[in-house]
């Protein structure tokens, strides 16, 4: 059964790191887009970062310089590097992907979600 978990949310304070990661389980994230979305409390769900099977990132405007994502094939496993954190980075992070996708796309192409897990940024 194919399944992704998130881990790594927790409170930090503005300013501060986090490194979340998506587990795969059941299938190998090597050769997909995997892509990190974020939805805060009455926001709609937002595109944040994905790394295409190639290894192209992309990131939206607001944390261009300070999120990385990346793929460790080893660990079989995607990670968001989150640095210099702002209280409006708040919400549930969530990472996603679908069978055979190998480019970065909008949310309603990817078939598969993790839990999520969040960030709370305060201070």
């Known amino acids: 059964q194919l399944q992704l978990v998130e881990s790594g949310g927790g409170l930090v304070q503005p300013g501060g790191s986090l490194k979340l990661s998506c587990a795969g389980s059941g299938f190998t994230l090597a050769p997909y887009a995997i892509a990190w979305f974020r939805q805060a409390p009455g926001k709609e769900r937002e595109g944040v970062a994905c790394?295409?099977?190639?290894?192209?990132?992309y990131y939206t405007d607001s944390v261009k310089g300070r999120f990385t994502v990346s793929r460790d094939s080893a660990r079989n496993a995607v990670y968001l590097q989150m640095n210099s954190l702002r209280p409006e980075d708040t919400a549930v992070y969530y990472c996603a992907t679908d069978d055979g996708l190998k480019h970065c796309t909008r949310d309603y192409e990817y078939g598969y979600w993790g839990q999520g897990t969040q960030v709370t940024v305060s201070s």
């Open positions: 790394i295409s099977g190639g290894d192209y990132t």
